[in-house]
């Protein structure tokens, strides 16, 4: 086994999550099989229940896993598909723990951090190792080194480099190195800081990727070597660039991959070359396009955009492929309460109606959905944004007078939305919603069939609602189109209009598998209808 753990410095949010992808990306261009974990300190057994505005959005695995918004960056970068064991929290390490010890696997014995809840970490990262197969598992460590609930993972992996060997052990450190904005200097004393750090609780790092704004100079990287004890060719930097795409070119540029590839024994690329050539013509059609969409993104966390973050990169995914940029303008549906959406949604090309639970900002949103089928915007609802666009119908359309869903209003006279059945037992609410990948059969004569081209679709879902069977037949009778239902159930997944240009709204969540190289068709669908609809392509997209 060979083992990549990323620490980083004295500020969280430095991007170790890009770093990790990057990393795994390098190496897998020259033809390594590489895994990605998190490991995250907090106590929650997942982040199923964090709000957005702490934890960003909630990433949701093929297997039902809701996981920290770093594994997105993973599978996007890596194009793999992770499961829910990727995800290491300090809750989930406890709870097995104290498993254990209820049904007296420990033999009376006192539990400790050292050595079992430190065991137990050790053993799940190698359990991920063995069940990927791959040759290189890269292992993120949430938080900041200095922290004092990060400490049982920094000393389950120093006991893994004496348990594995140096050969097999890699540890990269990632601190900011900030610059003054008074004299323009680049300061290397935070990062000297968090590596001794490091070297008091017994990890010494072998590579240091500093984080800056900017491209750091030769001298301070002469000073960073001498005092964290990394030499020099183990000294890479990370600096802000126009995209996130581009951070794996420029360190396989600075020599990571030959650098890493000799630390860690591999002996594979002797007559392999690595090879980032589909990526490099992704990243110039990123950072080239110069047409632009202008994308109304209408929810309720607006002002934390990572609340979003597997939308945000699955548009630019769609977007890059058609050679345009999507601006994206964000609308809190709070405000769209107060204010008419024929001023605050005038600029925009197309409206997204973004996911997210709860009563409040949800009347904003049904009056941006009612918008855009009433001025023939392109439209897109992902997960609640479906519900609402049903729940809009029914009251604007067959005039149901107060029609919403009883996740809104348990009263409702037409609970055009209700609770799955499976969920009226429920009492918990960590990981009891309906998670994870389902199949999906469409409707041949549909848009959406057109965007996916066969019959039968894997999606992953996130949610306790559903569209009422009961209310079908009259949705269905006044234009409503049901062009996609769950195979297993067959639940509503997919809503359209017939007489609009683009109206499309998902009850899955089809960003989490988007893919840079291969973007998701929804996306790649309303992306190529909102440019057509302002003449920036010509191609026609089928709506039927």
């Keep these: 086994m060979k083992f990549v753990f990323v620490t980083g410095g004295v500020m969280s949010s430095v991007g170790k999550g890009i770093i990790v992808s990057s990393i795994g990306k390098i190496l897998q261009s020259m033809g390594y099989k590489v895994y ?8 929650n057994v997942d982040a199923g229940t964090m709000n957005p ?13 809701e996981t920290d918004l770093d594994l997105g960056h993973y599978e996007r970068f890596l194009d793999i598909q992770l499961d829910r064991n990727a995800n290491i929290t300090t809750g989930l390490v406890y709870k097995r723990v104290i498993e254990k010890e209820r049904k007296g696997e420990y033999l009376g014995q006192t539990v400790q951090i050292i050595p079992h809840v430190v065991d137990e970490i050790k053993s799940l990262l190698r ?32 006991q893994l480099r004496i348990e594995e060997g140096y050969e097999n052990t890699v540890f990269v450190h990632v601190p900011l190195l900030p610059t003054l904005s008074v004299t323009g200097e680049i300061k290397t004393k935070p990062a000297q800081h968090s590596v001794q750090e490091l070297r008091r609780i017994g990890i ?55 650098y890493m590839e000799k630390r860690l024994a591999l002996k594979k690329s002797s007559a392999y070359e690595s090879d980032l050539s589909e990526w490099r013509k992704f990243v110039d059609r990123v950072i080239n396009a110069e047409k632009e969409v202008k994308i ?17 990169e699955a548009l630019i995914h769609a977007a890059a492929s058609i050679r345009v940029k999507p601006k994206l303008i964000w609308i809190n549906s709070e405000e769209l309460e107060h204010s008419s959406p024929y001023e605050l949604l005038k600029d925009v090309d197309g ?4 996911p997210g639970f709860g009563r409040r900002g949800t009347e904003g949103k049904i009056a941006a959905i009612q918008y855009a089928r009433e001025e023939k915007v392109p439209f897109l609802g992902i997960c609640f944004g ?33 609770l799955l059945p499976e969920q009226l037992s429920v009492k918990e609410k960590g990981g009891t919603m309906r998670l994870g990948a389902y199949d999906i059969k469409l409707e041949k004569n549909s848009c959406v069939y057109s965007l996916y081209g066969r019959e039968i679709i894997r999606e992953r879902h996130r949610h306790r609602y559903e569209v009422n069977p009961k209310y079908l037949p009259h949705l269905i009778e006044y234009g409503l189109k049901v062009t996609g239902v769950s195979v297993e ?29 291969t973007p998701s068709p929804t996306y790649l669908g309303f992306v190529k209808a909102v440019a057509k609809s302002v003449g920036v392509i010509s191609e026609s997209v089928t709506v039927m």
Excluded: W
């Excluded at 069940?131 to 949430?142: N, Y």
């Design 36 to 43: 990605a974990a998190k490991m995250d300190p907090y106590v």
């Design 386 to 418: 479906m519900q609402l666009a049903v729940v809009e119908f029914a009251r604007n359309v067959l005039n149901l007078e107060g029609a919403n869903s009883t996740e809104n209003d348990p009263t409702t006279p037409y609970p055009v939305v209700d």
């Design 296 to 312: 109304g993104m209408v929810g309720k966390y607006t002002t934390l955009r990572d609340a979003y973050l597997s939308i945000i």
């Design 127 to 158: 359990l991920n190792a063995q069940r990927s197969g791959c040759d290189i598992q890269l292992v993120e460590i949430g938080g900041t080194v200095g922290d004092i609930e990060s400490l049982p993972f920094l000393e389950a992996i120093r």
């Design 351 to 354: 409206v997204i109606v973004l």
């Design 204 to 258: 010494q790092p072998d590579v240091i990727i500093a984080r800056s704004s900017r491209p750091i100079d030769e001298s301070s990287i002469q000073k960073l070597s001498l005092f964290s004890s990394v030499p020099r060719e183990a000294i890479f930097n990370s600096y802000d660039v126009q995209s996130i795409y581009q951070v794996p070119l420029i360190l396989y540029e600075q020599g990571i991959g030959s």
């Design 489 to 517: 159930g067959g639940r509503v997944e997919v809503i359209e209009l017939r007489d609009h240009p683009f109206f499309l709204a998902t009850q899955f969540h089809p960003e989490f598998k988007s893919r840079p190289l």
């Design 53 to 65: 505005y702490q934890h960003g959005e909630v990433f949701v695995t093929e297997d039902g896993g």
